[in-house]
């Protein structure tokens, strides 16, 4: 693989701070729905399973199409440019969602929103290693992959705070568009975010090179098919593992507001603030403890450090997710199991600095896409919409969304940590061909 020097140049942490802001939009574009779930159920005129799918499947269509193009682009061309297609794409699609007037041009929007995904995360996490030496790496994969915990939280938060201005002021009127309700308000907001702010990544430096290493081990290789099939059990247990990992995630953060709302009754404005300072403050520290623990593992010696952090982890998420949910009997108990699993479920740091240091720079763009492909098309879907199946055609009624959510976990989280172990010999000899585990 490419190494980043020893040393890290000032302009790397500058670099990783403007793939952090762009993650946060990303995320922020993407998870705001969640807040939004009963006005927008309201205005459009449709149920929770209909409300999952532009949750999920909507996103995770666009996301399929585009990522394995884009990661192979990411191992050919300019990754600032990638960024900003992709940065731009998503918020244009983004703000579509706030002029959707039905379901369908709503589920055509969101599909507009998965080029987010696909074409931002390869490029940035591919760069990573260009820019910080491998003791480094994974600690700076966690900073970055804490874009998602502080979009989701300010998606929240400031989502929370324009409702209750909105509910206030009454109507909104906009110049040329007219008057809009508070949840259209949130995805216009967004969506001119992050156009203003794509231009930025052309700040960071151009880090893709076709090294003379690299270019002579491309002449040589058997190619990426064979690699590939070489390396199949490692990518299919892996990419199957956070997959399902994901999808309980996804479940509950497409779902939570809704569980604090239906069961407790909360305002939909306080629920935006609070949960979207729990998700800021524990998703911030558990995406950077996890990559700084995975770090001062590797040092100390521990073997399969980046399989381990999720293993153990994960009896923390079943107890939480299922029996914690399940038996809450208050807001507040419920806001503190939300907030023990926002600090344990991060997994970005673990998969992707695992892809980082396993697989070839040449082949790194196109395999971290693949992987994520796997991972977002799966758990966007089958998430929310698991939970959304359970409420509507298993318990039967709204305010069982927290049983819904706990059975989510019970179901997805044992079977992650199970393929995660069964695939540790074959993550241990990709490993051992790379030149640092």
């Known amino acids: 693989m490419t190494a980043a020097p020893d040393r890290v140049s000032p302009r790397a942490y500058v670099t990783l701070a403007i793939l952090v802001l762009l993650n946060i939009v990303s995320f922020l574009d993407r998870q705001v729905i969640s807040l939004l779930v009963d006005p927008i159920k309201a205005e459009l005129g449709i149920n929770d399973f209909q409300l999952s799918l532009l949750q999920g499947l909507a996103f995770a269509i ?3 199409l585009c990522s394995i193009p884009l990661g192979w682009a990411v191992d050919r061309y300019s990754r600032r440019w990638i960024i900003y297609v992709g940065v731009t794409g998503w918020s244009i699609a983004t703000l579509g969602c706030g002029l959707a007037r039905n379901f369908t041009q709503m589920f055509v929007a969101r599909m507009g929103v998965g080029i987010g995904e696909a074409a931002l995360s ?3 996490y591919s760069m990573l290693p260009d820019l910080f030496p491998p003791r480094r790496l994974n600690m700076a994969t966690g900073v970055l992959a804490t874009g998602a915990a502080i979009g989701t939280g300010v998606a929240l938060a400031v989502g929370g705070m324009i409702v209750i201005w909105s509910q206030q002021a009454g109507d909104i009127v906009l110049p040329v568009i007219g008057t809009v309700s508070a949840w259209r308000l949130v995805f216009l907001i ?9 231009f930025l990544i052309f700040l960071a430096p151009a880090t893709h090179r076709h090294a003379p290493a690299i270019q002579a081990a491309s002449e040589t290789d058997p190619g990426y098919g064979r690699w590939l099939r070489d390396h199949t059990a490692y990518l299919g247990t892996l990419s199957s593992a956070v997959a399902l990992w994901g999808a309980f995630a996804y479940g509950l953060a497409a779902w939570e507001p809704a569980l604090l709302s239906r069961v407790f009754g909360l305002p939909t404005g306080e ?9 800021l403050v524990t998703g911030v520290v558990g995406y950077v403890f996890g990559g700084w623990l995975i770090d001062r593992m590797m040092e100390a010696g521990v073997r399969d450090p980046h399989y381990r952090y999720l293993i153990y982890g994960g009896f923390i998420v079943v107890a939480a997710g299922s029996l914690g949910i399940l038996f809450a009997s208050s807001a507040a108990m419920a806001y503190l199991m939300i907030g023990i699993l926002h600090l344990v479920m991060p997994f970005t740091a673990s998969y992707v600095g695992h892809l980082q240091m396993s697989v070839p720079a040449r082949y790194r763009g196109r395999t971290i896409a693949l992987v994520m492909l ?3 098309v799966t758990a966007t879907t089958i998430g929310p919409m698991t939970v959304a199946f359970f409420t509507d055609y298993v318990f039967g009624a709204p305010d069982r969304v927290g049983h819904s959510i706990a059975a989510t976990a019970a179901l997805f989280v044992p079977a992650s940590m199970l393929l995660l172990v069964l695939g540790l010999p074959a ?3 990709a490993a051992a061909e790379s030149e640092i585990l």
Request: glycine fraction near 16%; charged fraction near 5%.
């Open 271 to 279: 629920i935006g603030i609070t949960l979207g300072m729990i998700q």
């Open 374 to 376: 796997v991972m977002t």
């Open 62 to 64: 666009f996301y399929g």
């Open 122 to 124: 390869p490029a940035a």
């Open 190 to 198: 967004a969506g001119a975010v992050g156009v203003a702010l794509a």
């Open 427 to 429: 993550s241990r000899r």
